[in-house]
C-alpha cells in the first residue's frame, strides 16, 4: 500500500516536471509580452544600463573595485547608454517624421475624394470604360471625358 502511494506521488511529480518541456511552442511563446517595440526595448535597455550605474557606484564606494576598473566601466556603460539615448532620439524622430507623412496622404486622400471624377462612358454605346481613356474599349469611338453630375 505504501509503495502504492509512493509510486503515485512519483508519476504525479514526473508528469508535473515534464509536461512543461513537453509543451508545444506555441503554447510556451503565449506568456511573453506582446507590446515589446523598438521604443520599449530601447527604454528597458537604458533602465538595465542605469542599475548597472547604480551599481557600480555602490560597489566602488565599498572598496569591492579599484579606481581604474571604475573609471573604466562608468566609460563604458556612460557611452552605451548615451547610445542608447541617441537611438531613441532617432526612433522618436522618425515616428514624428511618419506622422507628418500620414498626415499629408490623408489631406490628399481627402481632396481626392472632394474632386469630381469624370465620366468615361462611350456616348456612341454606352460602355463604361476604366479610367482613364481616349478611345471606347467596345467600338473603339473617340471619349471626352465629362463631369459626373452628382
Known sequence: MLLGIALLISVGLLIFVVAPLLAPEAAVGATLPV???????????????????????????AGKLSADDYQALRRDYTAEAAQLMAASQELEITRSEDALIEREVAARRARRKA?????????????????????CGECGAKISPRERKA
Open 35 to 61: 507590446d515589446v517595440t523598438p521604443q520599449v526595448d530601447l527604454k528597458r535597455r537604458r533602465l538595465v544600463l542605469y542599475e548597472n550605474l547604480q551599481d557600480l557606484d555602490f560597489e566602488y564606494k
Open 115 to 135: 474632386e469630381p471624377v469624370p465620366d468615361y462612358t462611350c456616348p456612341k454605346c454606352g460602355f463604361e470604360n476604366p479610367l482613364p481613356v481616349k478611345f
